[in-house]
């Protein structure tokens, strides 16, 4: 992991255990989870709102009443509007995303849930996605929530990666490995 990274993950870390446990103390844990799904897909569909979280040209006072105005739209609770503010006069919105994943990891913990990221040559479907989970969650003995993205290069199967375990039965990857075989020998 780059320093870098490390830093990002550290502040986010920090963030996230505050946030969580000032929630949790208030009993709201449910509309923190709202706010993190909220503000995850706001990331994700806004170019903007990306933009805004990790460049450094904007001035602290217009990150500060940007962030506001969004978490005040989207109708935030006080806590995540109050987080989001401190980040912005501290300069470290950049930190956003991995606030988000943390935050995701402390609420799944506290439901005994696990999430898998999967990746896949094409969509899965619901019944795919179901089947995929009890079988995980036979494996690892928790809930499993799947976290799916596509990638058309794998040409076929899947990689599966749930805390620091990987299953990898890509087509690309069997390809990769008959290569450096195939190299081995002649």
């Known amino acids: 992991m780059s320093e870098t990274a490390s830093i990002s993950s550290g ?14 103390d208030d009993k709201k844990l449910k509309n923190l989870e ?6 995850d897909g706001a990331l994700a569909e806004s170019a903007d709102l ?7 040209v904007y001035s602290r006072e217009d990150m500060g009443a940007a962030i506001a ?6 109708k935030l609770t006080a806590t995540m509007k109050n987080t989001l503010a401190l980040m912005a006069t501290k300069r470290r ?13 402390l609420l799944a913990d506290e439901k ?23 079988t995980l969650k036979a494996q690892v003995g928790k809930d499993v929530n799947i976290q799916a ?4 290069s794998l040409i ?7 805390g620091s375990k990987m299953i990898d039965t890509s087509i690309k990857s069997k390809l990769n490995a008959l290569q450096n075989t195939m190299k081995e020998v002649g």
Not at 34 to 39: H, I, M, P, S, Y
Not at 112 to 134: N, R, W, Y
Request: glycine share 6%; no cysteine; proline share 2%.
């Open 11 to 24: 502040i986010a870390g920090r963030y996230a255990t505050a946030v969580f446990e000032i929630a949790k």
């Open 69 to 74: 105005a969004v978490a005040d739209k989207m």
């Open 156 to 162: 076929g199967g899947l990689i599966v990666k749930v």
């Open 112 to 134: 005994g849930e696990v999430t898998a990221e999967v990746v896949s040559a094409k969509a899965l479907t619901k019944a795919q996605s179901d089947k995929l989970a009890k």
């Open 149 to 152: 993205t596509v990638d058309e």
């Open 34 to 39: 709202a706010d993190v799904a909220a503000l």
């Open 93 to 105: 919105l950049f930190v956003l995303p991995n606030l988000l994943a943390a935050l995701r990891g």
């Open 50 to 56: 990306r933009s805004l979280v990790t460049s450094p």
